[in-house]
């Protein structure tokens, strides 16, 4: 199994809480944006 490094914004290594919690931002984006093409469907 392949180690991931993922760097933050400031160009140091993310810790796990970091990269959960980008995670969950992205899957909180990808949703928003879900709705949005959704209610411009319904409209």
């Known amino acids: 199994m392949k180690k991931l490094t993922v760097y933050n914004m400031n160009g140091e290594t993310a810790g796990e ?8 931002e992205l899957k909180r984006g990808s949703q928003a944006v879900t709705d949005v093409v959704t209610a411009y469907r319904a409209g």
């Open 17 to 24: 809480q970091e990269i959960a919690a980008g995670l969950l």
